[in-house]
């Protein structure tokens, strides 16, 4: 217990948060019955979780170096496993969406401080098992979220994917106050508030006028209003970077193309992979009538064949240069993307296995090399804010996906139905709609929103997998030696080729 129970503890609330951000994805059809909840009600509960995550972990990181990272680790397991219980009891869409904000706080905590409690315990060769266990258990997160929300839901109901976390909660917080040590960073470090505050300002109006946009249209005054007030946020970020002794992010990485380049592959990543699958999960559910088990079971394709990549690449792809597997991997997801755009009235979960499979392959290839990337393209005082920006960045790309997305396929779906018709069916109210519609007019006018999509995803991923190949060109370097920064974000030492060993 001693040696490997601070990998446990860890490993115990990184599963959670991993799994809360696919979890609720097949329980979309169910929540949406219990609670009479809208397209865009169903769109921020996927949304306000991952954009919590991605506003605040910079700052948790940051903040954790200085109160301590155990410290900051257990509150967010304790604000997680209460915002689970919230979300458990809601009673409307509001106070679901509500919770899963705060549920991504919690989150946030928890994911900016466990890989450097790991890098505080333990060195070596004990360094390495653990991370490949750490990883290992983030990849099983992701893909076995779909299938085990589809259990519980068709089990004991909905309600129960938040449930569950309140036992693991009480033992990842009883085992890391038992077994894990405190560590700080550098004390002297100041959080950076406003640089916090702005960015959520800036990602939180980003995400709601995608959405609102779905709703009221893209030239809707509110909807510009928006928009111009996410820019105005952006534009406040910016300044508030520049003027900060210690900045979340700084600008001026931005001016350098590797990094550039991997920031938006980042963004794409999530964006163009999972964010469609809500989507999809609904289509599956409320159209082709699949239970949740048989509609999370459809997305193993993806999830298995990722893992089986990303374990297989660790060897066979080693000194691959970035450009090529991450940039590759998203060439390979907007591929699949595009091998899902020829679904139809008559087309069953069958049509969506090629392109599952592909963007698997890529997600595999993308998955293990993305923040090695980042941490390559910028200096090695800047390690920590680059490791950061990935996981961020990530986060709120599957935000807008999903923002984006949903807005996609109601435009789409608005050339056969009405626009409230067409909102109700993207929000998995197919069941209301089959009186005054045929059932081949609601198959037909679903098939051609996510067709159009996917096109819209599979593009997303083609252009950012071509500007990662164009502008990632770093140094021919191996990197090893974790260590830990002070944003909270375990990162990589490079060293000279040689310096492996190997």
């Not at 170096?65 to 257990?74: A, E, S």
């Not at 626009?419 to 098939?447: I, N, P, V, W």
């Amino acid at each position: 217990m001693r040696t490997w129970g601070p990998l446990t503890a860890v490993c115990l609330s990184t599963f959670m948060l991993l799994l809360d951000v696919t979890i609720a994805v097949v329980a979309l059809p169910d929540m949406a019955a219990s609670l009479h909840a809208s397209l865009s009600d169903l769109q921020w509960v996927m949304d306000g979780y991952a954009l919590a995550l991605a506003a605040v972990l910079l700052g948790t990181g940051a903040a954790a170096d200085i109160l301590g990272r155990r410290r900051v680790h257990v509150v967010g397991v304790v604000v997680f496993a209460a915002a689970s219980l919230l979300c458990g009891t809601a009673g409307g869409p509001g106070m679901l969406v509500a919770s899963r904000a705060l549920q991504g706080l919690g989150a946030a905590a928890m994911f900016a401080t466990t890989l450097p409690l790991l890098a505080s315990v333990y060195q070596g060769r004990r360094r390495s098992v653990a991370l490949g266990v750490w990883g290992a258990v983030s990849g099983a997160a992701a893909a076995v979220g779909p299938v085990v929300g589809g259990l519980l839901t068709d089990g004991p109901g909905w309600r129960w994917i938040f449930y569950v976390n309140l036992p693991v909660s009480v033992a990842a917080v009883w085992l890391t106050l038992r077994v894990v040590p405190e560590s700080h960073g550098a004390r002297e470090r100041r959080v950076d508030w406003a640089g916090t505050a702005t960015f959520a300002a800036f990602a939180g109006a980003l995400t709601y006028g995608a959405v609102r946009a779905g709703q009221h249209g893209w030239g809707d005054t509110g909807t510009l209003l928006t928009f111009a007030a996410a820019l105005a946020a952006l534009a406040c970020f910016l300044v508030a970077e520049r003027r900060s002794a210690d900045p979340l992010l700084d600008p001026r990485l931005f001016l350098k193309p590797a990094f550039a380049g991997v920031m938006v592959g980042a963004i794409a990543f999530n964006a163009a992979a999972f964010s469609l699958m809500a989507y999809d999960s609904i289509w599956l559910q409320t159209l082709l009538g699949m239970s949740p088990v048989r509609g999370g079971l459809v997305f193993l394709w993806l999830s298995l064949s990722s893992f089986v990549v990303a374990a297989a690449g660790g060897r066979l792809l080693h000194g691959v240069p970035a450009r090529i597997t991450v940039g590759g991997g998203l060439l390979l997801i907007g591929t699949g993307q595009f091998c899902m755009t020829g679904l139809d009235a008559g087309s069953t979960a069958s049509a969506l296995i090629p392109g599952l499979v592909l963007a698997g392959v890529g997600t595999g290839l993308v998955s293990p090399g993305i923040a090695g990337a980042a941490l390559a393209a910028v200096p090695p005082e800047r390690s920590g804010m680059a490791g950061g920006a990935v996981n961020t960045f990530r986060q709120l790309g599957y935000a807008l996906g999903i923002a984006v997305y949903g807005t996609v396929v109601t435009s789409r779906m608005n050339d056969t139905l009405p626009h409230d018709a067409a909102h109700a069916l993207a929000g998995g109210a197919a069941g209301a709609l089959r009186g005054a519609f045929s059932e081949q007019a609601l198959r037909t006018a679903f098939a051609s929103g996510l067709n159009t999509a996917a096109v819209v995803a599979g593009l997303t991923a083609t252009v950012a997998g071509a500007l990662v190949v164009t502008l990632v060109r770093t140094p021919r370097a191996a990197r090893t030696g974790v260590t830990n920064s002070g944003s909270g974000t375990l990162t990589e030492e490079t060293v000279p080729p040689r310096g492996r060993g190997r």
